[in-house]
Each structure stands twice: as C-alpha cells, then as structure tokens.
C-alpha cells in the first residue's frame, strides 16, 4: 500500500507520494492497480510515472487511474498526462472513461518516446491510451508508482493498492 498527500499531481509540480527506482535506458513500469481510496479528499489519483529526476517540478509523464467525487458523484478514469519542461505546465493528454480498479497500467519508454496502455483483465489484452509523447528527459530516469489526492486546494490523505509491480528492461 502507498499513501500520498499533498495538493495532487499535476499543474506546475506534483505533491504526492512517489517510489521509484533508477531506470537507465529504455524500459518502463508496470503495475495493478487494487484499490484507490480518497481517504479525506475528493479525489485520488494512483498509478505508474516516469520522472526525470524526484524534483517536485521535473519532467513526468504519467498513466493515472483516478476516483473523484464532483457534486456527489463518483467517476473512475484514467489520465495519461505529462509535464514536458521542467517547471513547466502538466498537460492531461488523453482521460479513458468509466475504468474501475482493478486495472493494470504500463508505461513504456524507448529513447525519448513514451507510451502508456492498460489491461482490464491482468495483461491479457493491452489498450494502447492516446500516442506516443515525445518528452527529452536524461538517459537515466525514475521509474515508478506515484499516489496523490486533493480536495479544494488542501493537502488531503489518499491511498493505493498495488500489486504485480515491475520495472521493465
């Protein structure tokens, strides 16, 4: 289980929980998704990121499997989005509607190149999520699991469940 706080990932930096590993090369990361709980918050987002270094306002990009409350409705989605400049904007590149957990999601970089896909049925069958992203980022990067909520613009306490997580070579 992985907990995060912070005002979210996304925007010009992210406050959430991030574990990760060095990723040098071409590669990626896979994981489940089992749970997303907001647990004070409105919203939660948990899933597979690529950093370019732990720097709250580094190069990312990211497919998050999201639970938000609006207007006392519940939406489950996914969010492919990316940061391409450090310091820089987050951009959502692509949102997949009405996916719930669990899901499986994979992040996969080949030079410059990322792409992000997700199984519904534990890697059987991938779904590729918008195209590739070019983002320059170095030749060694952190690969991993990020989880973050928010609520109004306050830190709030969200929490994720993952399992089945690797890093790819």
Do not use: H
């Not at 709980?37 to 709250?56: C, H, L």
């Not at 990312?60 to 499997?65: G, N, S, T």
């Not at 030749?139 to 699991?145: D, K, P, Y």
């Amino acid at each position: 289980m992985l907990k995060g706080t912070g005002f979210g990932i996304g925007g010009y930096g992210d406050q959430c929980q991030f574990a990760g590993a060095p990723l040098s090369g071409d590669g990626g990361v896979m994981a489940t998704v089992q749970t997303a709980t907001a647990i004070n918050s409105d919203d939660v987002k948990a899933g597979v990121m690529i950093r370019e270094s732990t720097g709250q306002s580094a190069r990312e990009i990211a497919l998050l499997y999201s639970v938000s409350l609006s207007n006392k409705t519940l939406t489950n989605r996914l969010t492919f989005q990316s940061r391409s400049g450090t310091g820089g904007a987050t951009t959502s590149l692509v949102t997949v509607p009405n996916i719930s957990a669990p899901v499986t999601l994979r992040l996969m970089r080949s030079g410059n190149t990322f792409t992000g896909a997700y199984s519904t049925n534990g890697g059987l069958n991938w779904m590729a999520v918008g195209t590739p992203q070019s983002i320059a980022m170095g030749s060694t990067v952190q690969a991993g699991l990020a989880v973050g909520g928010n609520q109004s613009n306050y830190r709030r306490l969200a929490r994720a469940t993952f399992n089945n997580v690797t890093i790819v070579k």
